[in-house]
């Protein structure tokens, strides 16, 4: 057994300023003195109730990692080679998980390979490759999928649908592919991340996928969608869940109609714009579009069509109280999500492979779920609300 752990030496360490863990920390000494005390008495234990012949056969060193730091192990060995360690085995070298789980708390959080090896070293003073990283987040793979593939609820009463887009190297050349995020409103009002789906391009049909996808997981209603302007997308939802409604989002309308607009005439047109989609009702906002489209339809008849073309889905939220409205008239809900995922990948210009996007991103959601612990706001009284709108859908969920 190894010198005894002097505790009043530690005790005047830390009273000198010295570190309690770390790689030169007063603790490592009797970490190092009850492994291999632990090891000694397992060995002892084993030769004891052995029927064959055995006895101690010298000692072997491996350095081990913990979460206080590394220390040097010298463990004795048998004479016969049947001794199997409990407390440390024959190839292991890390103490505890603490490492592992700390290099997942800083990948969740943005932070680069380069910095996690030398976050790590400065913490344990262990020296940790990008390989072994690598492999260590390589975990979250099998836990995305099962996560991917776990159970929804029966009823959501709105999610939200949007794509980022990200690029990966893919034969030597790297393209651009669309990461799908579907967030979900529970019945208690929480939110929900659905789902993360990877695909070459954003388009209805891949829409339509996902939308089935979520079917087969046990989604029975969605009372409403709210999406971008894709081309097809309320086509796609209603194939699948032909009782939801669509509220397109303004916020991405607006953005759209300023591209066609001269950059002189930008502030002209959205003053003469805001008439339309903050009006009381329904009707109010058609004649302000009415006004839009005498004043601005010739000049920018791209502009005025676009928002007839898709006003039965654009004008949705007016039919529903302040309470439902702000929470449905844009996507800025999952584009919130949107925003954590690009600080998360900001120090990656473009990622090797599909895997190391989805893990990177998955990390990113478990981050944000924990802070999902509250309903959203108003949350009461626009489920009364939607409950009055969908008479008799949300029933079979509600505990009344």
């Not at 260590?136 to 794509?163: F, G, N």
């Not at 759209?256 to 009381?280: C, E, F, Q, T, W």
Request: hydrophobic share 40%.
């Amino acid at each position: 057994m190894s010198e005894s752990f002097n505790f009043e030496e530690a005790l005047n360490d830390l009273k000198a300023g010295k570190d309690l863990t770390g790689k030169d920390g007063v603790l490592m000494p009797l970490i190092k003195q009850l492994s291999e005390a632990a090891i000694n008495a397992e060995l002892e234990h084993h030769i004891a109730t052995e029927d064959n012949a055995n006895r101690k056969n010298g000692k072997g060193s491996k350095t081990i990692k913990t979460g206080a730091g590394s220390f040097e192990l010298n463990a004795s060995r048998d004479r016969t080679g049947t001794f199997e360690p409990q407390l440390i085995t024959k190839n292991q070298t890390q103490l505890t998980p603490e490492i592992d789980r700390k290099i997942l708390s800083l990948f969740s959080h943005g932070m680069s390979y380069r910095d996690m090896k030398y976050h790590i070293h400065d913490l344990y003073g262990i020296e940790v490759s990008a390989a072994t990283i690598s492999a260590i987040t390589d975990q979250l793979i099998p836990e995305l999928k099962e996560w991917q593939e776990r159970p929804l609820e029966s009823h959501y009463p709105i999610i939200w649908m949007d794509a980022i887009h990200y690029k990966i190297k893919e034969d030597g050349r790297y393209v651009n592919k669309a990461i799908y995020t579907l967030l979900g409103l529970t019945i208690e009002g929480k939110k929900e991340i659905l789902g993360i789906y990877l695909s070459d391009s954003e388009s209805a049909s891949y829409w339509l996928s996902v939308l089935t996808e979520l079917q087969n997981r046990g989604v029975r209603d969605i009372l409403i969608a709210c999406v971008d302007g894709l081309s097809g997308f309320p086509d796609a939802i209603a194939s699948i869940f032909p009782q939801t409604e669509i509220q397109l989002c303004i916020i991405h309308q607006i953005r759209n109609s300023m591209k066609y607009v001269g950059s002189k005439n930008h502030k002209a047109l959205m003053r003469d714009l805001k008439p339309v989609y903050r009006a009381v009702t329904k009707e109010a906002a058609e004649v302000a579009l009415d006004k839009l489209d005498d004043k601005w339809g010739t000049m920018y008849p791209i502009v005025i069509k676009s928002w007839r073309r898709k006003w039965e889905h654009l004008s949705v939220y007016f039919r529903y109280p302040e309470a439902i409205r702000k929470i449905i008239y844009t996507t800025n809900a999952v584009e919130a999500i949107h925003r954590q995922f690009r600080k998360l990948t900001k120090t990656k210009g473009a990622f090797p492979n599909e895997n190391s996007l989805l893990k990177f991103l998955y990390a990113g959601i478990l981050n944000a779920s924990e802070k999902w612990t509250m309903p959203i706001q108003n949350w009461s009284q626009a489920l009364s609300q939607l409950d009055i709108y969908f008479e008799g859908r949300l029933d079979s969920v509600l505990d009344i």
